[in-house]
Nanobody, 125 residues
Framework: VQLVESGGGSVQTGGSLRLSCTVS????????IGWFRQSPTKEREGVAA????????FYDDTVKGRFTIPQDNVENTVYLQMNSLEPDDTAMYYC????????????????????WGQGTQVTVS
């Protein structure tokens, strides 16, 4: 499976951005597409994930109410809609496909994901 992110950029505090993750060569048994982020001062952390077949979504507490993870099954694209952005959201954002360990839900643990995109930078000032 191949994943390509786009949509990063610079935005002021309180602004919005929408990241895109286009997925191709989708492999069974992968069930989830997740968004992760990493900054120079923090370890990689899971932000949001979607269970591809049902559309169930999962969020880290730090982004609940601000981020959503809609998907477009026709375009094979998963988005990360980010609103009310804060400087602490500054990071490189990656999308990833999970290894299919779990049925019916997604984790936000990077070790459960096996295919990664190249990342897109988000800067909030």
């Amino acid at each position: 499976v191949q994943l390509v992110e786009s949509g990063g950029g610079s935005v002021q505090t309180g602004g919005s951005l929408r990241l895109s993750c286009t997925v191709s060569g989708y492999d069974y048994p992968s069930n989830c597409i997740g968004w992760f982020r990493q900054s120079p001062t923090k370890e990689r952390e899971g932000v949001a994930a979607v269970y591809y077949r049902t559309g169930s979504t999962f969020y880290d507490d730090t982004v609940k109410g601000r981020f959503t993870i809609p998907q477009d099954n026709v375009e094979n694209t998963v988005y990360l809609q980010m609103n009310s952005l804060e400087p602490d959201d500054t990071a490189m954002y990656y999308c990833a496909a999970d290894k299919g360990y779990y049925y019916g839900h997604c984790t936000l643990t990077s070790g459960d994901f096996g295919h990664w995109g190249q990342g897109t930078q988000v800067t909030v000032s």
